[in-house]
């Protein structure tokens, strides 16, 4: 089956279909709505041929919907039917989710995406679920993203705002008791050295985890938003 996954993101909507080798962008931002997006992707992969497609969306996802419009596009994504849009079956799933379900190799595993905010996804024996780790509190008023999102690294500097990711690493770590942490988003790249335990995931792993979710038998999307690596 030839699969079309879309990445959605605050500023580019990043497209791969199964066997080709270069992405194509959409540009995305605070008036995207799901109706130009729609249009923008038949657009740029109108020379593609696909069966179906991978959404993978900067907002929660239950029951193949969006439990609320994401923070940085426009309006109008929860109830949109995008399978009657784009004229082939569509799986919806959290974008942290979906780059977890890339990245994992075994064991438990869990995804912490440094970017404009905070992605998490935790992945236990081969069955991934999405996390919302980022708005919970952290200390003296703040929460997660503020400390280790884009405004952490902002407003501390980058020695600071390293200290802080390797605290927090070690402490979701112990948390969720897991064999290691994969560190993926743009923010990476502003590491010096990794924390223990982790290791760097790439973007292009979102991709691989949206094929997973259609391939081979007893690999399912079920109404939580989780997903069976196929062994």
């Not at 959409?26 to 109108?46: F, I, K, N």
């Not at 426009?74 to 974008?95: C, E, S, Y």
């Not at 970017?115 to 991934?128: E, I, N, Q, W, Y």
């Not at 770590?173 to 990794?194: P, T």
Request: charged share 20%; glycine share 14%; net charge positive.
């Amino acid at each position: 089956m030839k699969v079309l996954v879309l990445d959605v993101g605050g500023n580019n909507v990043k497209l791969l279909v199964s066997g080709a080798t270069e992405a194509r962008k959409v540009p995305s931002g605070p008036d995207l709505t799901p109706e130009r997006m729609v249009a923008g992707v038949r657009s740029a992969v109108a020379d593609w041929s696909y069966e179906a497609i991978t959404m993978g969306m900067p907002a929660p996802v239950r029951h193949q919907r969006l439990v609320h419009d994401p923070v940085n596009l426009g309006a109008g994504w929860v109830n949109f039917d995008f399978a009657r849009a784009f004229g082939r079956p569509v799986r919806l799933v959290n974008d942290a989710a979906m780059q977890a379900l890339g990245s994992y190799q075994n064991g438990r595993m869990l995804f912490l995406g440094l970017g404009t905010g905070l992605g998490a996804a935790l992945v236990l024996d081969g069955v991934v679920g999405p996390l919302e780790l980022a708005h919970l509190p952290f200390r003296s008023g703040k929460t997660y993203e503020d400390v280790i999102g884009r405004r952490g690294l902002e407003r501390l500097g980058k020695k600071c705002w390293r200290e802080e990711v390797g605290h927090v690493v070690s402490l979701f770590r112990a948390a969720f008791q897991v064999d290691e942490v994969v560190l993926g988003g743009g923010n990476v790249k502003h590491l010096k050295v990794l924390p223990p335990g982790t290791r760097v995931g790439s973007n292009r792993n979102a991709f691989a985890g949206g094929f997973r979710l259609w391939e081979g038998v007893g690999v399912q999307a079920s109404n939580e938003a989780l997903a069976t690596v196929p062994q």
